[in-house]
């Protein structure tokens, strides 16, 4: 997949968090739904939205298995996911081990580490004009 634009789906419970990479996101030139539990983010796929790709926290208040994001490949079998966590990397990425478009970006975060986890699962940024 090689994309140049489109919408993103954040999944993130801790509103600063999810502030942070809504605008972060918003700044690259993407379009941005947000959601603060699996509910809301499962509620806005069963919507028929289309995304490019769904970052999302591995622990949400409505979700505490750290592989709840597969119920959103329930949803749309060939979703990318990134997998936003401050838990430990090594047992996050064992848990997914083996399941393919699924990324991983270790919290906290800058725009730049964003930046290289989208394009490593395909998601071109789009060229950002900084002479305006």
């Known amino acids: 997949m090689n994309v140049t634009d489109g919408r993103l789906l954040v999944v993130e419970d801790e509103p600063l968090v999810r502030m942070f990479a ?55 079998p060939m979703l990318p996911l990134l997998v936003l966590s401050g838990l430990d990397e090594r047992s996050i990425r064992e848990a997914y081990q083996g399941i393919e478009s699924v990324g991983f970006l270790q919290k906290p975060y800058n725009q730049n580490a964003l930046i290289s986890a989208l394009e490593e699962l395909g998601v071109t940024v789009p060229v950002q004009d900084d002479s305006q």
């Open 22 to 76: 809504v605008d972060a996101l918003m700044d690259l030139g993407f379009q941005v739904d947000e959601a603060g539990t699996a509910t809301e983010a499962l509620a806005l796929l069963a919507e028929g939205r289309d995304y490019l790709i769904a970052l999302t926290d591995v622990r949400l208040p409505d979700r505490g298995d750290e592989t709840w994001p597969l119920e959103l490949r329930q949803q749309r």
